[in-house]
């Protein structure tokens, strides 16, 4: 067995490759090739340890199948090529500060992996989900750390989500700059401490957030006291299906689907909520009011189903977003009074929706209102006229359409109607969409009282 160490300009093509190099090597120390190339150390079956001061790049099976490697440190590596740590049976810990891609089989076969750190500000997109097929993080048993900023992006992504109950927020594990792989509970609430059977109230006064996945299927918790936490992870509370209460009133950020399911939860009121995942309340069908008052959008399908729901404030969201209450089927009126964008199917299937005032509103996506079959009354305030995208932005509205139906318009009325300012009915009119609905545009000042629109025209003032 030997060892080799490199630290001057021996290489003209800046490489290190097989062809240099013998197979009974067990340590290499290398500070100067920029590229480990592909097949370097291919079935170097003694290679016990590899430092590498300056590669940027691992390529294609650059240490397949080095079943003792025991211990990588290239922390300049901005890519894991394909098959690059294949079966390295003995590797425990693979950390790489600068990674910015990981590609396919890169350490399947590395039964051993418990622990994978990409420290890198910038997301790592993963090639394929087999990239850590047969590791221990596979199993369940291992963990991926990553920035607490990135934590989010990776969860969701859809190759990495696959190991997505494996990732953890770097900062909560670390102690002066060092990953120690001991949470600090008095910071975070994680999976790994929460038991599944807990039942009853849970109460942590000191926890200033909860991971992802922590209470994942709790079904026996019934209420959730947090009052230091500002953030909620990833699924953290999905399908708990006994919980009615949450009390959280500092919590600034909740990850998606982070109530999803939770079909007994009543009500929210989360004043310091500034930002919401995706389907972060889907399907919760108890949910009757919501209060966020100083949220800034309501994202992706995040009340979809919520069956029960009929009041929402959102005061200071810009933006619904697609299928946001797609399904809240006992929803009566929403009031939006900054939201300029209402996005696909944002209110499709809200079949007890009577009115809708957007004062500010500039674009409507498809299906925005589809199905909507008792809405009477729309108001678009801007003094400029706004965007429609599909024509079928109120399919199924039987009001505006005039749709007989035995449940919402037994006698076919139509007296659903579009409110504009009067110096724009004209140009709603002639527009390419809107003029599908042209016969149903009224002018808002003819039908309003003290500022309220009454839906009974004031011959006054024509």
Not at 394 to 406: A, E, P, R, V
């Amino acid at each position: 067995m030997s060892n080799y160490i490199n630290t001057v300009d021996s290489m003209g093509d800046e490489a290190i490759c097989e062809a240099v190099l013998e197979k009974t090597l067990g340590e290499i120390i290398d500070t100067h090739c920029t590229t480990i190339g592909g097949y370097a150390f291919y079935k170097f079956y003694d290679l016990r340890s590899a430092i590498f001061a300056n590669a940027t790049r691992i390529e294609q099976y650059a240490f397949a199948y080095c079943s003792k490697l025991e211990a990588v440190e290239i922390p300049l590596a901005e890519n894991v090529g394909y098959f690059s740590f294949y079966e390295c049976t003995k590797l425990k810990k693979a950390d790489f500060p600068n990674v910015k891609s990981v590609n396919r089989y890169a350490f399947n076969g590395c039964t051993a992996l418990d622990t994978l750190v990409l420290r890198s500000t910038t997301f790592a997109p993963l090639t394929d989900v087999n990239a850590l097929t047969d590791t221990l993080i596979e199993s369940g048993k291992g963990y991926i750390y990553v920035p607490s900023a990135l934590y989010d992006s990776y969860v969701a992504d859809s190759k990495w989500s696959t190991y997505a109950n494996q990732f953890r927020k770097l900062e909560d594990y670390t102690v002066d700059g060092t990953l120690t792989g001991e949470l600090d509970t008095n910071v975070v609430i994680s999976r790994k401490i929460v038991e599944r059977t807990i039942s009853g109230a849970y109460t942590n006064d000191i926890a200033e957030s909860v991971g992802g996945y922590a209470f994942y299927e709790c079904k026996a918790l019934t209420s959730i006291d947090l009052p230091a936490a500002t953030s909620i992870g990833v699924s953290a509370f999905y399908g708990c299906s006994s919980l009615t209460s949450v009390n959280s009133p500092v919590i600034t950020s909740l990850g998606s689907s982070s109530f999803d399911s939770c079909v007994k939860l009543t009500s929210i009121d989360l004043p310091a909520l500034s930002s919401v995942g995706y389907y972060a309340f889907r399907n919760c069908s108890s949910l009757a009011s919501v209060n966020l008052p100083v949220a800034k959008s309501a994202g992706e399908r995040v009340f979809y189903g919520c069956s029960s729901l009929t009041s929402v404030n959102l005061p200071v969201a810009t933006s619904i977003g697609t299928s946001a209450f797609c399904k809240c089927s006992s929803l009566t009126s929403v009031d939006l009074p900054v939201a300029t964008s209402i996005g696909d199917g944002a209110f499709e299937d809200c079949v007890k929706l009577t009115s809708m005032d957007l004062p500010v509103a500039t674009r409507v996506r498809s299906k925005a209102f589809d199905s909507c079959r008792s809405l009477t009354s729309v108001i678009l305030r801007s003094t400029t006229v706004c965007s429609l995208l599909n024509t079928n932005a109120f399919t199924g509205c039987y009001h505006i359409l005039g749709t007989k139906d035995s449940t919402y318009n037994p006698n076919g009325d139509k007296d659903g109607y579009i409110y504009v300012p009067r110096d724009l009915v004209e140009s709603y009119k002639a527009d390419t969409n809107w003029s599908t609905y042209a016969t149903q545009f009224r002018a808002i000042e003819d039908y309003t009282v003290d500022g309220t629109i009454t839906g009974e025209l004031d011959a006054t003032k024509i």
